[in-house]
């Protein structure tokens, strides 16, 4: 069969229409991305808890009570499925289903999905039904299981796929506390000339990389935002666009003021500021983590509540610690 086929269309006729082919997919790719997205991700963005019953599954009555509080904070949108929505712990239907609530409720702000999964087929997937659901970005946190094998090329190449397929744009995510893995400044820099990759957000905190990172990508339409409350001011300075932070979901309104005051350009306000928002911030990271950040919510009028099992809510003497800290700096 192989020698009739072959006898009737030689190899060099296959290997050119193969060539055409692909050819054809590099020009129906450039032509999709001819140019950078224009999204505007500057800005402050809370990256939402879940909210749970006291069965595990999640209570949308209480996720739209603290929209309805968030809606009056001037937040640029909302993260949702990020590392404190505990989007480790959500099936892939929950996911649909909290993204496509956000977006009927949050008022017309901006949502950004985490769509991030272990294969680069699944996270394809997932970023495309995140968009059909109404996301406006995508957040994508590197494979991190087999880290040992997630060299700067896999992941360049893992990026790149998603970013390629995407119907939105895509923010990389470098969470190392949770992943073991740091994306480099080479990669990102790298990453940043891709046309459907439009910005970072940075949670480990090297302000030094940071800087590098905006130094490199400015001429790219590239926008870097920060992890993290504890370094907001001087990622503002340094060049950052805004902030994906944990402790936007209980202290919204300090960190769009922090933002305002870099922005005009009080810089004594924001530094006495974020000197006050650093023990509560790190309180609801690097101390208590999700737990902590629900406790602060429900300290300060949100729903918080309970985490996904296996993670527990905090006990009497760490809430009592939690409450003395964001007391100590005037948030009680």
């Known amino acids: 069969m192989y020698h009739l086929l072959n006898k009737k269309y030689p190899l060099n006729y296959f290997k050119s229409l193969l060539n055409h082919v692909l050819k054809k997919e590099h020009q129906n790719c450039s032509m999709r991305f001819s140019s950078k997205s224009s999204l505007d991700i500057s800005g402050i963005y809370p990256p939402i808890i879940t909210t749970f019953n006291e069965h595990g599954d999640i209570n949308f009555d209480k996720l739209k009570f603290n929209i309805d509080i968030?809606?009056?904070?001037?937040?640029?949108?909302?993260?949702?499925?990020?590392?404190?929505?505990?989007?480790?712990?959500?099936?892939?239907?929950?996911?649909?289903?909290?993204?496509?609530f956000m977006k009927d409720n949050n008022g017309g702000k901006l949502i950004i999905a985490g769509s991030g999964c272990e294969s680069t087929h699944n996270t394809i997937g997932l970023t495309n039904k995140m968009a059909d659901a109404g996301a406006n970005a995508a957040l994508v946190v590197s494979p991190f299981f087999y880290k040992g094998r997630m060299t700067e090329n896999v992941l360049y190449e893992h990026y790149r796929k998603v970013a390629d397929s995407s119907k939105i744009p895509v923010i990389l995510y470098s969470v190392p506390a949770n992943t073991g893995l740091d994306l480099s400044a080479a990669l990102i820099t790298k990453l940043a000339d891709h046309p459907n990759i439009i910005g970072l957000k940075d949670s480990g905190g090297d302000i030094t990389k940071i800087?590098?990172?905006?130094?490199?990508?400015?001429?790219?339409?590239?926008?870097?935002?920060?992890?993290?409350?504890?370094?907001?001011?001087?990622?503002?300075?340094?060049?950052?666009?805004?902030?994906?932070?944990?402790?936007?979901?209980?202290?919204?309104?300090?960190?769009?003021?922090?933002?305002?005051?870099?922005?005009?350009?009080?810089?004594?306000?924001?530094?006495?500021l974020q000197h006050r928002l650093i023990g509560p911030n790190l309180c609801v990271t690097k101390l208590f983590g999700i737990p902590g950040v629900k406790s602060s919510m429900d300290m300060l009028g949100y729903h918080g509540g309970l985490c996904r099992s296996p993670l527990k809510e905090l006990s009497s003497a760490e809430k009592e610690e939690l409450k003395k800290e964001f007391k100590a700096n005037g948030f009680l």
Request: glycine share 12%; with cysteine; proline share 3%.
């Open 70 to 100: 968030w809606k009056e904070i001037p937040f640029k949108g909302y993260v949702v499925l990020g590392s404190t929505g505990e989007f480790t712990s959500l099936s892939e239907d929950e996911k649909v289903k909290l993204v496509k």
């Open 211 to 272: 800087g590098l990172i905006v130094h490199k990508t400015k001429e790219k339409n590239f926008q870097v935002l920060a992890g993290s409350a504890g370094f907001l001011y001087p990622a503002l300075c340094i060049g950052c666009v805004g902030g994906v932070l944990a402790l936007a979901n209980s202290l919204g309104r300090p960190a769009c003021e922090l933002y305002q005051y870099v922005k005009e350009g009080k810089h004594d306000a924001a530094l006495k």
